[in-house]
């Protein structure tokens, strides 16, 4: 079993520790940080969780937010990010840690001063990513049951962005961009066609999710057979759609910073026409 050297408790159930190749990690436990002082040893059979923060500005920040809270919600935000483990069987991304620690500790502050904030992306964080929704809205259900207050159905949403971040280890400040673009595609295209797509209905769903595809296959740079022909064809017959599908892969190739392909565009304009059709 490992020893730990405590360099700071953060508070009563945490504190930040040397392990023995001298690797700076979290430990967390009940009434660690209150009996444990600066260069304690404690051994691992007292330390109910830990985990590393190897990135420093990571830890600069947890090392701030952490103090700030009580024992009690603390250890309600940790149950929290036990059950996006549990049910998702995975090695989690380090950064929910402070992320979603950071994000929990702001919506209860704004909420405790009456300050409901609009989650204008739920409709498509829920299609988008159903999994990550459903754990999302079971941590919204668990911390108002436990700590006896209300946070809103924007919450789930917000939630599972990090819920996400965490499981595929992605950056949430990149989940958040991408789930904003996709929402700003899709005003454009209700804006430019002049349609109001029903966002219970089948057709968002699949909207959403094509750009969603799209967007991933840019981000990784895939490239998808280009029907030549096709193309033309499209450009003459449903110039709207065509021109309209550009403006997006443009909009999308400024967002992520990669280059785009006329066979995204090809794609996209059929699907654009398809719903265009249904809305005439």
Not at 62 to 67: D, E, M, S
Not at 220 to 241: D, F, H, M, R, S
């Amino acid at each position: 079993m490992s020893d730990f050297i405590v360099k700071k408790p953060l508070n009563n159930n945490v504190l930040i520790a040397l392990d023995n190749y001298q690797n700076e990690v979290v430990l967390i436990g009940s009434g660690i940080g209150f009996h444990y002082k600066k260069n304690d040893t404690i051994k691992e059979e007292f330390v109910e969780k830990l985990f590393v923060l190897r990135d420093q500005e990571q830890q600069d920040q947890y090392k701030k937010i952490v103090p700030q809270i009580d024992d009690y919600l603390l250890q309600k935000i940790i149950d929290s990010i036990d059950m996006i483990q549990k049910r998702s069987s995975e090695i989690l991304n380090e950064q929910v840690h402070v992320a979603l620690t950071d994000h929990l500790l702001f919506a209860i502050n704004r909420l405790e001063k009456g300050m409901a904030i609009i989650n204008p992306f739920l409709s498509e964080t829920k299609i988008l990513y159903p999994f990550e929704f459903e754990i999302a809205a079971d941590i919204v259900d668990f911390l108002n049951q436990q700590l006896e207050i209300s946070l809103p159905d924007g919450e789930i949403g917000f939630i599972a962005l990090h819920v996400h971040s965490a499981i595929y280890n992605k950056k949430i400040s990149d989940v958040n961009r991408y789930s904003q673009l996709i929402t700003q595609l899709i005003d454009l295209i209700e804006s430019k066609l002049n349609i109001e797509i029903d966002r219970a209905g089948i057709e968002y769903i699949r909207l959403v999710r094509h750009i969603r595809y799209t967007i991933d296959r840019l981000v990784k740079g895939e490239v998808v057979q280009e029907p030549k022909k096709i193309a033309e064809l499209l450009k003459t017959e449903y110039p709207i759609c065509y021109n309209l599908s550009w403006k997006l892969m443009k909009i999308m190739q400024q967002t992520i910073k990669k280059p785009v392909y006329e066979a995204e565009a090809v794609y996209l304009t059929m699907h654009l026409q398809r719903l265009y059709q249904k809305y005439e």
